[in-house]
């Protein structure tokens, strides 16, 4: 049996979530492997001087989070991440009927998407170039296309050349080619410590570790940021700093100057997620346009655009090309030409930008109908996020506010699904998942379970 105990001067308030904390962070380190065991609850809230329903609250979140498995009669053991490294998924995998889905984050869809979408096709379906239906070699098939995609990314505050652009299949391949361009296994990145829930199991599929940087308001804290980066050999800084992070932050232009110079200083590569691209407005100078000697700016259109236009840009500097290349071609060969050709269009006759402005009323909209249904609720958002950020205190538990709910027929994510290093009970609500109406409901429901006393989970009834 493993002898690793924190000491409860290192732990915060709530212990159980702190406590929960130092067990990720030595799993990260190494400090726990896979197979070792915990100390038994009583004996460890003995030893730290906690009380028992302490560590055992600590105990169910490692276990939710895939981090733990407990045998009956023998105890709690570190799983292997590496083997089954899917975290809690914060969404619903399939909505069941009658649902209201608050969990999944996407823009908002009505009639025009669907519309804009049938045009399209129709239009292909008459002047389609052959080359992108029978052509298979990429680096002849997208030249049209990166320049087109020049514009698109003017708006995101990206000024590049063609060669620096690589079409992709989306944000999620993207950054796989990313971290396999600028990491070798065995090294470690830095994210935000409440980040997107893929990076964990991504990079352990990709052999790489994982140090969560502790964050504010504004995103990242340099001085935290440097800390990690004297304690563990970082390669690489992952970050979402333009609303789409779960605590729905707009890192400021002084903040970034501070991360660039920490990044120059430490040779760390940049990789920096905008997924919503143009439809935050007025958001400061980005990484690449910061340090583009060492930024791979990842963009598409999914959540800005439309769901099913799954295609997007990666920048990279000009001495990565090679390898961005290589590690596109084996992981995706190419984008997927049809998708690219309507995002290419779209972009060239102005449809992109019409959804765009059309997606920021909708949002600012349904921005409204949250602050008037939780009026007198602290929650964290930016006027062009697709979702709100709810903390929870001490008062409710996650099981408690996810699990009622759901119960009531909504379903939110939990905010542990974005835990990378540091956890904090919270909900992602997502505002433009569903229907107006849905989402007014699903917020009544939200606010009257804030409301009320915590009430107990009985699932036999």
Not at 80 to 88: C, F, Q
Not at 285 to 293: D, I, R, S, V, Y
Not at 336 to 359: K, N, S, Y
Not at 430 to 436: A, P, Q
Request: aromatic letters at 6%; hydrophobic letters at 45%.
């Amino acid at each position: 049996m493993t002898m690793w105990i924190p000491a409860k001067a290192e732990l915060d308030r709530p212990y159980f979530a702190s406590l929960a904390e130092k067990i990720v962070e030595a799993i990260s380190r190494g400090d726990l492997k896979p197979g070792e065991q915990l100390p038994p609850q009583r004996q460890l809230a003995y030893r730290i001087g906690v009380s028992l329903p302490t560590v055992t609250r600590a105990y169910e979140e490692l276990a939710r989070r895939g981090l733990t498995a407990g045998e009956t009669g023998r105890g709690t053991f570190i799983r292997d991440v590496k083997a089954n490294p899917e975290a809690v998924a914060p969404y619903v995998p399939e909505r069941p009927h009658g649902v209201i889905d608050l969990s999944i984050m996407k823009p908002v869809c009505e009639v025009i998407h669907l519309d804009r979408m049938k045009d399209s096709l129709a239009a292909l379906a008459v002047d389609i170039s052959p080359s992108i239906v029978l052509g298979s070699r990429p680096s002849a098939l997208f030249a049209r296309h990166r320049s087109v995609a020049k514009e698109w990314l003017k708006l995101c505050g990206v000024c590049t050349d063609d060669k620096t652009i690589h079409l992709t299949n989306g944000g999620t391949p993207a950054l796989t080619i990313a971290l396999m361009t600028v990491c070798q296994p065995g090294s470690t990145i830095a994210t935000e410590a409440t980040g997107l829930h893929i990076v964990l199991p991504l990079a352990s599929y990709l052999g790489l570790k994982v140090r969560g940087v502790e964050i504010d308001e504004n995103g990242i804290i340099p001085e935290a940021l440097e800390r990690c980066c004297q304690e563990d050999d970082i390669r690489a800084l992952f970050m979402l700093p333009n609303a789409l992070a779960p605590t729905a932050f707009v890192m400021n232009e002084n903040r970034r100057i501070e991360i660039v110079e920490i990044a120059r200083r430490r040779e760390l590569h940049i990789i920096e997620d905008d997924a919503l691209g143009p439809l935050v407005a007025e958001k400061p100078p980005t990484f690449q346009a910061l340090a583009p000697e060492r930024t791979i700016y990842i963009t598409s259109f999914t959540k800005a655009v439309m769901p099913s236009l799954r295609t997007g840009y990666l920048v990279a500097p000009e001495r990565l090309l090679l390898a961005v290349e290589n590690r596109l071609l084996v992981t995706n060969w190419s984008a997927t030409p049809l998708i690219a050709e309507i995002a290419t269009r779209w972009v060239q006759d102005g449809t992109c930008h019409e959804l765009v402005e059309w997606q920021r009323d909708a949002i600012a909209q349904r921005h409204r109908l949250v602050a008037k249904v939780l009026e007198g609720v602290q929650y964290s958002s930016h006027p062009q996020s697709l979702h709100i950020w709810l903390t929870l205190g001490e008062k409710f538990s996650e099981d408690e506010i996810v699990m009622h709910a759901r119960r009531q027929g909504v379903a939110v994510a939990r905010g542990a699904a974005f835990a990378i290093s540091k956890w904090q009970p919270a909900v992602r609500i997502s505002v433009g998942s569903t229907t107006e109406e849905e989402l007014h409901r699903g917020l009544v429901v939200i606010h009257n379970l804030l409301h009320s006393e915590p009430e107990p989970i009985l699932f036999g009834i």
